[in-house]
Structure formats: structure tokens, C-alpha cells
């Protein structure tokens, strides 16, 4: 008989093979920049990544960078996931609306954030407006595929079960239809951070003089390819964070769902 593992044993299992990849990549990056088959200046290696790194820290460009891609992320995926989650709600459980929005929700979902960069600064300028704007349409389109698809599955015997037991529309929502299609929303979520991250990028290229994206932008021009290593690091970091809490919330309230 298998005894059943501990919280911290499982959480052990499940960090052990993540590290063992990073260290794998690690010693890869390390080798292929002393190998000398790309120019030392275009190519640092891990130390040199941290020590940029540390560089922007002590200097506080990374901490008012990273404040203001937070920010603006933060707002637009708040704002997408939001209209995206409650549409797709609406879309998956209404057949007529689906047949009306879905047409339109797929023509819109192949024109790439970055591609609307243009657009938004004519429209509203180079504020925050526009950054925020473009962020929440990538996520709002990514979120909703996922929970149009999850509520759509739902078995319509769940509820006309409830319906024949006299639960009014909001009951069937909170104890029907949330639950059942809560991982299909918990996976939206997690695909909509990355997809915030990749419009944070687009929209902050379109004119910006603050955030991750800007800097990585500013130091590409000066061929500081240190600093740009340190920027995709810490881009990437965030996403990690952020699938990790995510995640984590799935675990939480959709403790009973294998995936």
C-alpha cells in the first residue's frame, strides 16, 4: 500500500525536475557563450545577465520599469479577462448570441495586439489609455475562447436537473455552471497572463518612456545586449510568477479537476 504523499513532498516532486531543466539550459547558455560561435559582445553569458541585472536594480531602472509594465499588465489583463470570461459565460450558455458573436470573435482573434498598435495611438494617443486598451483586447480574446469552449461542454442534463429542481437562473450559475466549467476558466486565466505579457510588449513599443518592453527597446539601440538578456530574463520570470499563482488558484478552487 502506497502511503500518500505530504504537501511539501508533492511540491518537492513537482520543483526538482523544473530546476534540473533551468540548470540544464543554464549550463547550454553558459557553454554556447564561451564557445565563441557568436561574438562575445552579442551573446553574454549567464553571469554577465546578472550582473546587468544587479546593475538596473541598484541604478532603479528595473524597479520603476518593472512598476509601470506591472501596472499597465496588471489593468489590462484585469479588464480582459473580465469582459472575455463573462462573454464567453454568455456566448457558451446562449446558442443564438454564440451563433451572433462567435463570426465576429473569429475574425477578430487572427489580427494580432501589435498589429493594432497604429490604430490605438491615432485613437487615444500615446497614454496609458491605448497601452491598457490593446492589452485587454489580446487577453479578452484568449480568455474568451477558452470559457466559450468550457461552458459550451457543460452537459445540458446538469442543468436541466437543476431547473427541474426549481433552482432559479443565478443558482444554476453559481452551483452549476461555474463549477463545471471553473477549469476551463482557471486554464483561461493562465493563458491570458502570457497573452497580457505579449501585448504588454506590443503596446509598450508603440511609444512608451517607462516599462520593461521600452528598456529593451532603448537598449537595443545602444547594442547593450547585456541589459537586453536582463530584460527578457525578467519578462520571463514574470510570466513563470504568474502561471505559478494561477495555477496555484487552480489547485485551490478547482480542487476536483484532475487537470
Keep these: 500500500m502506497h502511503a500518500i504523499p505530504s504537501p511539501a513532498g508533492r511540491a518537492v516532486r513537482r520543483v526538482v525536475p523544473a530546476l534540473g531543466a533551468a540548470g540544464v539550459v543554464l549550463a547550454l547558455w553558459f557553454l554556447l557563450a564561451r564557445s565563441g560561435a557568436v561574438a562575445p559582445g552579442l551573446l553574454p553569458g549567464p553571469a554577465e545577465t546578472v550582473a546587468a541585472l544587479v546593475a538596473g536594480a541598484r541604478d532603479g531602472t528595473l524597479a520603476a520599469d518593472l512598476a509601470a509594465s506591472l501596472a499597465r499588465a496588471g489593468q489590462g489583463f484585469a479588464l480582459g479577462a473580465v469582459a ?5 459565460f454568455a456566448t457558451g450558455y446562449l446558442p443564438r448570441l454564440s451563433a451572433a458573436v462567435t463570426p465576429l470573435v473569429s475574425f477578430l482573434r487572427p489580427i494580432p495586439a501589435i498589429a493594432l498598435v497604429p490604430l490605438a495611438t491615432a485613437w487615444f494617443g500615446i497614454g496609458e489609455s491605448a497601452k491598457r486598451l490593446l492589452i485587454a483586447y489580446a487577453v479578452l480574446l484568449a480568455v474568451w475562447l477558452y ?14 436537473a437543476a431547473r427541474s429542481l426549481g433552482a432559479p437562473l443565478h443558482r444554476r450559475f453559481t452551483e452549476v455552471l461555474l463549477p463545471a466549467a471553473a477549469p476551463a476558466l482557471l486554464a483561461a486565466l493562465r493563458y491570458g497572463a502570457s497573452v497580457a505579457l505579449l501585448a504588454l510588449v506590443a503596446a509598450e513599443l508603440g511609444g512608451a518612456d517607462s516599462g520593461l518592453a ?3 527597446q532603448v537598449d537595443g539601440q545602444f547594442l547593450r545586449v547585456d541589459r537586453m538578456f536582463a530584460g527578457l530574463l525578467v519578462l520571463g520570470l514574470l510570466g513563470v510568477a504568474a502561471d505559478l499563482l494561477l495555477a496555484a488558484a487552480g489547485r485551490r478552487f478547482a480542487h476536483w479537476s484532475a487537470s
Excluded at 472575455?84 to 464567453?88: E, I, P
Excluded at 470559457?147 to 436541466?160: E, I, N
Aim: glycine share 18%.
Design 147 to 160: 470559457v466559450h469552449d468550457g461552458v459550451s461542454r457543460v452537459p445540458d442534463s446538469y442543468l436541466r
Design 214 to 216: 521600452y528598456r529593451l
Design 84 to 88: 472575455g470570461g463573462a462573454l464567453g
